[in-house]
Structure formats: C-alpha cells, structure tokens
T-cell receptor, first 115, second 113 residues
C-alpha cells in the first residue's frame, strides 16, 4: 500500500531564516506531487506541483520554491521566511497526469509558525 | 475557469440530525468532483468522488453526495450525524487532464450532543 510522509510535523522559525520541508511517498512510482498551504481560516492553496523529477510548476508567485530530486521526494524551501509564510503545509500525491478523476492522497502536514 | 463555492463556512447540527453541506461548482465541461474531510491538525482524507458513473455517490462513514447538473451542485449529506463527524469538509473540482484540484474554502461541521 502507498504511504506519504512529511517532516517535521511542527516547526517554529524566526523571520529571515531558511526553510526546508520534506515529503516522501512510498509504494508507488512516478506519482504527481503537490504542495499546498492552508492558512488559518482559509482554504487550501496549491503552491507547486510536479509530474516528474526536476519538473516543477509554480501556481503562485511567492517566497517559496520546490524541488524534486528523486521520483518520490518533494521538498519545499525558502531562503528567507516571512511572517506571512506561517501556515499548515500539506503534501499530496496522485497517479500520473492524463486523467482528471484521480484523487489526491494527503500527508499529515507540517505546522509552520514564523515568529 | 473552474471554481467551487461552499455555502456556509460553519454548520452546526445536533447529534442524530441530518447533515447537509453545500457545494456548487462552475465548469464549462463535465467536472470531476470530490469531497474531503480534515480532522484537526491532520491531512485531508477522501470521502467520495464523482466521475460521471452515477449521480448519487456513496462514500465512507455513511456520507453520500448527489451530482445535479441542472443546479451545478454536489451537496454532501449524511442521514444521522455522529459526534465523530465534527471536522472541516472541503469540496474540490478537477480541471480536465491536469491532475490538479481546486478546493472550496471549506465548511466546519459542529455536532452538538
């Protein structure tokens, strides 16, 4: 069966510090991968998605970047955090693109607080 | 562009009462629609999905949703609420052949004893 891991689970970082959040998927190959942010009281905002190694699409301009160094590893980074980067970050995977009826499977999330 | 609107950011029901969470979509083509549930400080879990096979879709935990093209709606229902149903619920639509999901703003369901 497939599983998705995210770490760390919680993180408190000062403004201006770097960020690295990691997501890994097990039990499947060549998944589509997604990073979402969920701010307090708001819905989910898609930040990045990837259809393969080194292939990253950004959905919104922002202070964050993403990388996919391996097939089942997705990393969210920032060089300098802003207060507005605080939120709940969710990683998700789905079967490969080409169909729209594939559901996404979500990880447990990382709670990021920027102080 | 496709979009999803969830009517009511908070819904409160008594235990044993009917649960109705509303979702309307905007799409120029037949959409694929999803309902997800999120418990506090957890990821999202798929409740059910509509992929045009049947207009009434049954999901996990006793939930179901009916696709109504004429009303562009995909409301989520459960005949009898349990305390464990208290969570946030998200409706989502999938644009054609992208694999991406567009989420509504979410509805928080409160279940009172």
């Amino acid at each position: 069966s497939q599983t998705i891991h995210q770490w760390p689970a919680t993180l408190v970082q000062p403004v201006g510090s770097p960020l690295s959040l990691e997501c890994t998927v097990e039990g499947t190959s060549n998944p589509n991968l997604y990073w979402y942010r969920q701010a307090a009281g708001r819905g989910l905002q898609l930040l990045f998605y990837s259809v393969g190694i080194g292939q990253i699409s950004s959905e919104v301009p922002q202070n964050l970047s993403a990388s996919r160094p391996q097939d089942r590893q997705f990393i969210l980074s920032s060089k300098k955090l802003l207060l507005s980067d605080s939120g709940f970050y969710l990683c998700a995977w789905s079967l490969s693109v080409g169909r729209s009826d594939y559901e996404q499977y979500f990880g447990p999330g990382t709670r990021l607080t920027v102080t | 562009a496709q979009s999803v609107t969830q009517l009511g950011s908070h819904v409160s029901v008594s235990e044993g009462a009917l649960v109705l969470l509303r979702c309307n979509y905007s799409s120029s083509v037949p959409p694929y629609l999803f309902w997800y549930v999120q418990y506090p400080n957890q990821g999202l879990q798929l409740l059910l999905k509509y992929t045009s096979a049947a207009t009434l879709v049954k999901g996990i935990n006793g939930f179901e949703a009916e696709f109504k093209k004429s009303e562009t709606s995909f409301h989520l229902t459960k005949p009898s609420a349990h305390m464990s149903d208290a969570a946030e619920y998200f409706c989502a639509v999938s644009p054609s052949n992208t694999g991406k999901l567009i989420f509504g703003q979410g509805t928080t369901l409160q279940v009172k004893p």
